[in-house]
């Protein structure tokens, strides 16, 4: 008898761990206390059997719970914090409420999403796996992505372009036309060394336009990356700066941007007459540190509007919405623009 489509059950679970129907439950619902070795099994007979209790348990359930959850990389960043405003704002005007989770980046963590029945997925993660979104998907939980990298292969949930990779691009341009040709771009640092590669759609952005505009035939040489804190930056910049021309400072986010405006400063250089400096977010700091920086701004309103209609639909109406481009906008300021052009702003 040919078995292969026959739903995986609670007790194939138990008995592929060797634990009780119970345990499994425990596990899966996380309301109890288990032993560690016992939990790991049954997450392992999970992702082996490919159960999906989510989509069985809302089934009986015949109703949903209003609750989204937002995945993010960090979540003490002001862009974060701002975009999750945003989001808690359309959410509760359509009758959700929304939570915001950190990646814990293990199996475990992806068990416990499927397991408490959440309406709807936001993600925007440059490390979350994408064997662990489709295995939210295969679990029939509506998802949308928030693209910051590239996700092309990634099929059934609903993407938004919030345009890292064009506005990325076009401040490559903004800082040619500013006639800055010895460029470098600051990436995000991480104790867990989550760098950015050809993937990532702001690191993407600036090497292709470093080698579109012609400025250097292997712009990955001028990427300040590899760092696990702000200090890190800070001396991998001062290194880079005393041994090549630098004339123009592109910053993965704002912060970024001010740490290695603040290091060049104190090295002699004057912001902007000697080195240009753009960062990425339009966030407090980058307004009030001193030049202020010139930044891309991100629609972040219009973006957590779409994210929220978005996931709404697919509930409702269980079909995937087209993708969706939000363009950024520069934000010109003193740490790029000469104090003429300040004038004419």
Request: neutral net charge; aromatic residues 8%.
């Amino acid at each position: 008898m040919d078995n292969r489509h026959t739903p995986v059950t609670r007790k194939d679970v138990a008995l592929e761990a060797g634990v009780s129907e119970t345990i499994v439950s425990y596990v899966m619902n996380n309301n109890r206390y288990v032993d560690k070795e016992k939990r790991e099994r049954v997450l392992e007979a999970v992702s082996r059997l490919g159960y999906r209790p989510n989509s069985i348990a809302r089934a009986l359930k015949g109703k949903k719970t209003n609750h989204i959850i937002f995945i993010t990389d960090q979540i003490i960043t002001e862009h974060f914090s701002l975009l999750l405003n945003e989001l808690e704002k359309s959410a509760y005007d359509l009758g959700y409420i929304i939570s915001l989770c950190g990646n814990r980046n293990t199996q475990q963590f992806v068990s416990d999403i499927i397991s408490r029945c959440y309406d709807g997925v936001i993600i925007s993660s440059i490390s979350f796996p994408d064997k662990y979104i489709r295995q939210i998907i295969d679990a029939d939980i509506p998802v949308v992505l928030l693209a910051n990298r590239d996700y092309h292969e990634i099929e059934g949930v609903a993407k938004i372009d919030s345009g890292l990779y064009e506005g990325t691009k076009e401040s490559v341009r903004y800082l040619f036309h500013a006639g800055c040709r010895n460029m470098i771009y600051i990436d995000r640092f991480s104790r867990n060394g989550h760098f950015s590669d050809g993937n990532d759609l702001r690191y993407r952005g600036f090497t292709e336009e470093m080698k579109l505009l012609g400025l250097s035939s292997a712009p990955e040489r001028n990427v300040i990356t590899g760092c696990c804190d702000r200090e890190g930056i800070a001396r991998k910049v001062e290194q880079y700066i005393r041994t090549n021309p630098v004339d123009a400072i592109l910053g993965r986010n704002d912060e970024l941007a001010c740490i290695a405006m603040q290091k060049v400063q104190g090295l002699g250089f004057r912001i902007p007459q000697d080195v240009k400096v753009v960062g990425f977010d339009n966030s407090t700091l980058s307004q009030f540190c001193t030049p202020a920086i010139t930044t891309m701004e991100i629609q972040r309103p219009a973006i957590a509007k779409a994210a929220i209609e978005m996931l709404q639909n697919m509930i409702e109406h269980h079909t995937i919405p087209p993708a969706v481009t939000f363009p950024t906008c520069l934000i010109e300021r003193e740490s790029s623009a000469s104090a003429k052009e300040l004038l004419k702003l």
